[in-house]
């Protein structure tokens, strides 16, 4: 019983936040569509210009893209599973609803829209440029929950740290400006001298947008890749975040 009342208020926390998310502009889930693209055809244009060819295969807008998206999916979930108290602290009044649900309601409607937005841009994209498609699926899928666990996982240490550190949401998004750059977006983890290559491959989204590219370009695959190192990491944040959240949760939504 108590598991059906959690569930159905996660879904009621969902249906909110589709209507305030999406639903209060004009176009809702247009934008969320447009948004990526808009992003990916600017740098594809910049980089054109510079360059005669992309790091990886002969299209501009599919190498961005295969950096860009799940780079944003991880972003995008680390930044708003992170302020899923203050946003759900009004409904957090009610018995019926809990931390966790704020969390969780948060984590699944952002992760659906992403994962929505992937398969109709690159289906769009294959469409459109002609490019041969030669998935690897479960390197695609691989990818994008790798992407969705550590987002997850960095969100539910921010959730805490937010509430607790108030500073610390002013110095996130400072921090996380070079990411988007020091994550291989815009290059191939290849381009990097030594010594600094075995730095770069430290960060772990480094390992989410390879597999990401080893999921769109047959024959290309790093052996430095590992899933289990994302896991881990992303798995040590998600424990110390809920943990820290047990412990102070209804501390911070005790407090006006």
């Excluded at 730095?199 to 790093?222: I, K, Q, S």
Aim: aromatic share 14%; with cysteine; net charge positive.
């Amino acid at each position: 019983m108590r598991r059906f009342a959690a569930t159905r208020a996660t879904s009621a926390l969902v249906l909110r936040e589709m209507g305030s998310s999406f639903g209060r502009t004009p176009g809702g889930y247009i934008w969320a569509i447009l948004e990526p693209v808009a992003a990916v055809a600017l740098l594809a244009g910049i980089f054109t210009l510079a360059f005669d060819k992309p790091p990886l295969g002969r299209d501009f807008a599919l190498f961005y893209a295969s950096g860009y998206l799940p780079f944003m999916l991880y972003s995008d979930l680390a930044q708003k599973v992170g302020v899923a108290l203050r946003y759900s602290r009004p409904l957090m009044a009610y018995p019926a609803v809990s931390w966790w649900d704020a969390l969780a309601a948060r984590f699944i409607l952002n992760t659906l829209t992403h994962l929505v937005v992937v398969v109709l841009f690159l289906a769009a994209l294959f469409a459109w440029s002609g490019i041969p498609v030669n998935l690897r699926l479960p390197s695609l899928a691989a990818a994008l929950g790798l992407a969705a666990f550590l987002g997850a996982g960095v969100g539910c240490l921010n959730a805490y740290l937010f509430e607790a550190f108030p500073v610390w949401e002013r110095a996130w998004a400072i921090l996380n400006r070079p990411l988007f750059i020091l994550s291989g977006v815009l290059f191939l983890p290849d381009a990097v001298p030594p010594p600094f290559d075995d730095l770069f491959w430290l960060n772990p989204l480094v390992h989410v947008v390879t597999e990401m590219r080893v999921g769109l370009y047959a024959g290309y695959g790093p052996a430095e890749v590992s899933s289990l190192y994302v896991l881990g990491i992303g798995g040590v944040a998600m424990a110390f975040g809920l943990m820290l959240l047990r412990r102070s949760a209804h501390d911070f939504l005790a407090t006006p």
